[in-house]
């Protein structure tokens, strides 16, 4: 357990099963700082989406509790948003409407307000010019932006994101890699987010969490922020520094993965 981060988004004690297969066996013990970028990083298989589902409320532990800011967390509620591996969007309703969905039972904002975000956040995926089209007619990876757009537009506190770039271009993905970064730190978002892509993982993480293969348990965990500071930018990414830390988790989940070592 990292005691260093004042707890915020708290795992005490998790296990988790399905049937005869253990997911979580030893107690995950686990504290995830306000405002804080986490990354997790593990084998495929090994429980990362899991434990997100659990945080998101979609899946229930089978022991232990997982808290924010102290009280346990229940059903989906708009403090925590998700986009997962299968991104989802509503087919019936347009590409902008889609966007605006994350809002619409908001009473602490207008409807000005709902309209403006709804169009920044289009913008921000560049689907602005895509706005009354209906998902069906988009590529997955537009389907995959409309989901961030969402997410991201509806301002939950908690953004639960799972691999939410693996369909997009690299171009794509790095740009919206600087602007989550960048939104993260400005509207003070704690976000956990999960990939297989280690430079990812190096360049958005403040914390990057490395676990074993099933049942899951942390391998490593490396303190990206104390190596990179706040400030995340494309320069940064050839620096000797950034290849430093993307070696040293490629190492390290190799070792978890149980493939040298
Ligand atoms: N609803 C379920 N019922 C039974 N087993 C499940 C269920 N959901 C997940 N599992 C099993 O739990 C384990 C962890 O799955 P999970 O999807 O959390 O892994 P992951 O780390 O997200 O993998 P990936 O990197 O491939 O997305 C796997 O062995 C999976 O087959
Ligand atoms: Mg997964």
Same mark, same amino acid.
């Given at each position: 357990m990292s005691t260093s981060v004042a707890p915020y988004l708290v795992f005490d004690g998790v296990t988790k099963r399905f049937g005869d297969i /253990?997911? @979580?066996?030893?107690?995950f013990d686990f504290a995830i700082a306000k405002n804080e970028f986490v990354v997790f990083l593990g084998p495929? #298989?090994? #429980?990362k989406t899991t434990l997100m589902r659990m945080i998101g409320g979609l899946d229930e532990p089978s022991g232990g509790e997982i808290l924010l800011q102290g009280a346990p967390v229940g059903p989906p509620d708009r403090r925590r948003g998700m986009v997962f591996q299968s991104y989802s969007s &509503?087919?019936? +309703?347009t590409v902008a409407e889609n966007v605006a969905f994350g809002m *619409? %039972? =908001? *009473?602490?904002? #207008?409807e000005e307000e709902k309209l403006a975000r709804r169009d920044r956040y289009l913008d921000l995926v560049g689907l602005y010019e895509f706005s009354?089209? %209906?998902? !069906? =007619? @988009?590529?997955g990876g537009m389907r995959q932006r409309i989901a961030i757009a969402r997410t991201l537009a509806a301002g939950s506190d908690v953004l639960l994101m799972d691999? /939410? &770039? #693996?369909? +997009?271009d690299a171009q794509r993905r790095e740009g919206l890699q600087v602007q989550l970064r960048k939104i993260q730190k400005r509207d003070a978002k704690t976000i956990v987010f999960v990939t297989h892509d280690v430079e990812e993982a190096v360049f958005l993480a403040d914390r990057v969490v490395v676990f074993t293969k099933r049942?899951? !348990?942390?391998a490593a965990e490396v303190d990206v922020g104390a190596r990179l500071g706040p400030d995340r930018t494309l320069? +940064?990414?050839? !620096?000797a520094e950034f290849f430093a830390l993307r070696n040293e988790l490629l190492h390290l989940l190799r070792s978890a993965a149980g493939e040298d070592d």
């Open positions: /253990p997911v @979580v066996e030893a107690p495929s #298989g090994c #429980g &509503f087919p019936w +309703l *619409k %039972y =908001r *009473k602490d904002i #207008g009354d089209a %209906y998902p !069906s =007619r @988009v590529s691999e /939410p &770039f #693996g369909a +997009l049942p899951a !348990s942390v320069e +940064l990414r050839e !620096s």
